[in-house]
């Protein structure tokens, strides 16, 4: 169980972070977030061990003794083992005798400097650690020393898949390999499972697979992937993957040509980042009073999709309920969902390319390659939401590491250079500005986190002091107590907005219309308060940063309300395929996902 903290903490300062590990700036500022990275992980380790303890009467040794037992076999269950084997031992001497988790990790050495979650004594939590260490038997420090000088020389080591170093807990026994499944694998944004490389995959259960995108019906074609125009009018075989194929006995009409030729179908896609993602750690994960045999039962497909459920989210979400995934619950509606209702011919045609922590360069440089369509296929409406790591990084400085925006200007441009290369003509592309993430502080500070809800001990205020000390804040200039710093992030934030209008009034392009919508978020909050909801019930409750499965479902009615309602979007909703329930009535759920 301590395995899966650590596995929340590293994803979500992967997550969030500003930026993917590959866009950091420089080895010093990763080295630095690393370091505390690990800092982090320990801290929320040992509170909630200690917590355990006290939820199910047991001494810390006896909870330290089971605790691996809740996980699956596999890499999961062999970081927890080595966790516990490296530091059991000191973890149960020093919470034995009453010392905090942050003194714990001081320590045992990995965290150093004054940063606390939980009240600091007297001293300061560095000196606290270092008198402690000083008091623990012989043996234990040596351990301590020799895991200190282990992870030193550790600093260096990096992922297989790239060059960035891990945090240096990584290197610990048992943690590597689970490290490169949280860092590693899809940083191309690609499956992982495509043999035919058309960009999409038959398989859910992999990296990237059909939670990302519709479902390749021919894993071995690369010319047979969702959203392609048909072959042969689908005569003989499903080309497009819509499941709609063959020809009706009474016309003599192949049923692509009679149900959906005419019909004005397109795809959906996002360029986007974490939040397009739908990031999300369930609370239970860190909550000691919710946790049970289950709760971590599908610890695995949770990794494989980067603590990201865009199965659910406001753009790809393709569920009809959450009823599935005992780790998160909500209502669900999305834009595809909306889509496939008017016209079930774009069924599975489907592409969530959001990566957690994007910016604009990012987008620019590498992300949006990941984006599978060519001009002959059918045309696209595709949202680019980048809405808050632009201004968003755990810096001292954050300020300073903003993108300004005549960098915006040109990242967004040259993105959309790219998409005129690519997308099908006839296609829409819609530009969304960026949140004003003073709603965060203004509604979380004085709340509980989950981490504390046992004690009432840890607000998110106090989690994003912590956060802030250790430079790994998702966005210091937002979730921050300081009021003037929250205001210039903002004005950031609505000066980067305002070079999304610009380029939407005067660019000109041969694929694609361009549109502009504000970005939802403060819509949504006042609807979901005049209806009695308070705005903290539409934020996720781990990060305190994303918006929660609620607030998907809404962003997506009230896009889809702008997109129906305005005369600004003339052409984004297509009408109602008059053949929809011949389809269903022939075709059934059309192979499902």
């Given at each position: 169980m301590a395995q899966s903290y650590l596995i929340a903490v590293l994803a979500l300062v992967a997550a969030a972070n500003g930026a993917p590990r590959s866009a950091s700036k420089d080895n010093t500022l990763k080295s630095g977030a690393n370091t505390a990275t690990t800092c982090a992980a320990c801290t929320v380790i040992v509170s909630l061990i200690e917590q355990l303890a006290q939820v199910h009467?047991?001494?810390?040794?006896?909870?330290?003794?089971?605790?691996?037992d809740l996980f699956p076999?596999?890499?999961?269950?062999?970081?927890?083992?080595?966790?516990?084997?490296?530091?059991?031992?000191?973890?149960?001497?020093?919470?034995?005798?009453?010392?905090?988790?942050?003194?714990v990790c001081h320590a045992i050495t990995l965290c150093t400097g004054t940063c606390h979650l939980f009240p600091a004594p007297p001293i300061g939590v560095a000196a606290?650690?270092?008198?402690?260490?000083?008091?623990?038997?012989?043996q234990h420090q040596a351990d301590v020393q020799k895991t200190a000088d282990f992870l030193a020389k550790s600093m260096t080591s990096t992922s297989k898949t790239n060059d960035d170093p891990l945090p240096?807990?990584?290197?610990?026994?048992?943690?590597?390999?689970?490290?490169?499944?949280?860092?590693?694998?899809?940083?191309?944004?690609?499956?992982?499972?495509?043999?035919?490389?058309?960009?999409?995959?038959?398989?859910?259960?992999?990296?990237?697979?059909?939670?990302?995108?519709?479902?390749?019906?021919?894993p071995d074609d690369s010319q047979t992937y969702p959203g392609a125009r048909p072959v042969d009018d689908d005569r003989e075989k499903d080309s497009n993957c819509n499941g709609i194929y063959g020809v009706n006995p009474t016309t003599g009409v192949p049923y692509e040509v009679e149900m959906c030729a005419g019909t004005n179908q397109f795809g959906i896609a996002v360029l986007g980042d974490s939040a397009s993602a739908h990031f999300h750690v369930p609370p239970e994960f860190l909550t000691a009073q919710s946790i049970t045999d289950s709760t971590f039962k599908d610890i695995l497909p949770i990794l494989e999709n980067e603590f990201d459920w865009p199965m659910l989210s406001a753009t790809t979400a393709y569920f009809n309920g959450t009823a599935?995934?005992?780790?998160?619950?909500?209502?669900?509606?999305?834009?595809?969902?909306?889509m496939r209702s008017r016209n079930r011919c774009m069924?599975?045609?489907?592409?969530?390319?959001?990566?957690?922590?994007?910016?604009?360069?990012?987008?620019?440089?590498?992300?949006?390659?990941?984006?599978?369509?060519?001009?002959?296929?059918?045309?696209?409406?595709?949202?680019?939401?980048?809405?808050?790591?632009?201004?968003?990084?755990?810096?001292?400085?954050?300020?300073?590491?903003?993108?300004?925006?005549?960098?915006?200007?040109?990242?967004?441009?040259?993105?959309m250079e790219?998409?005129?290369?690519?997308?099908?003509?006839?296609?829409?592309?819609?530009?969304?500005?960026?949140?004003?993430?003073?709603?965060?502080?203004?509604?979380?500070?004085?709340?509980?986190?989950?981490?504390?809800?046992?004690?009432?001990?840890?607000?998110?205020?106090?989690?994003?002091?912590?956060l802030n000390c250790l430079s790994i804040s998702p966005c210091r200039g937002w979730m921050n107590s300081n009021a003037t710093l929250r205001n210039a992030t903002t004005q950031r934030a609505v000066e980067l907005s305002a070079v999304l209008q610009e380029v939407v009034a005067t660019g000109s392009y041969h694929s694609f219309d361009l549109h502009y919508i504000p970005n939802p978020i403060h819509y949504i909050a006042e609807k979901w308060n005049a209806q009695g909801g308070e705005t903290w019930q539409l934020i996720e409750p781990v990060d305190g940063f994303h918006p929660n499965q609620l607030a998907n479902s809404l962003v997506a009615d009230?896009?889809?309300?702008?997109?129906?309602?305005?005369?600004?979007?003339?052409?984004?909703?297509?009408?109602?395929?008059?053949?929809?329930a011949m389809i269903e009535k022939v075709f059934g759920d059309q192979g499902g996902y």
């Open positions: 009467n047991n001494t810390i040794d006896k909870e330290v003794e089971k605790i691996c076999d596999g890499p999961v269950r062999d970081g927890c083992d080595g966790v516990i084997m490296t530091f059991g031992p000191i973890v149960i001497e020093l919470l034995a005798k009453k010392e905090t988790p942050d003194v606290a650690g270092e008198a402690v260490r000083s008091r623990l038997s012989q240096p807990i990584c290197n610990l026994p048992g943690l590597h390999d689970l490290c490169e499944i949280i860092f590693g694998f899809a940083n191309d944004h690609l499956p992982l499972e495509d043999a035919d490389h058309d960009g999409f995959s038959g398989h859910t259960e992999t990296f990237r697979g059909t939670n990302w995108r519709g479902k390749d019906c021919a599935s995934f005992p780790n998160i619950n909500g209502p669900v509606n999305s834009s595809y969902e909306i069924h599975r045609d489907y592409q969530n390319i959001a990566v957690n922590g994007a910016r604009s360069g990012a987008m620019n440089t590498t992300i949006q390659a990941g984006l599978s369509r060519v001009t002959g296929d059918h045309p696209l409406l595709l949202t680019y939401a980048l809405i808050g790591n632009d201004v968003c990084n755990g810096h001292e400085d954050t300020v300073a590491d903003m993108t300004t925006p005549a960098v915006m200007r040109a990242n967004v441009l040259a993105t790219f998409l005129d290369s690519r997308l099908p003509v006839g296609s829409h592309v819609v530009l969304m500005g960026l949140a004003d993430g003073r709603i965060l502080y203004e509604s979380l500070h004085d709340r509980i986190h989950p981490l504390g809800q046992l004690r009432g001990d840890v607000t998110y205020a106090a989690l994003y002091d912590y009230i896009i889809w309300e702008w997109f129906s309602n305005n005369a600004t979007y003339n052409g984004l909703v297509p009408p109602i395929n008059p053949n929809n």
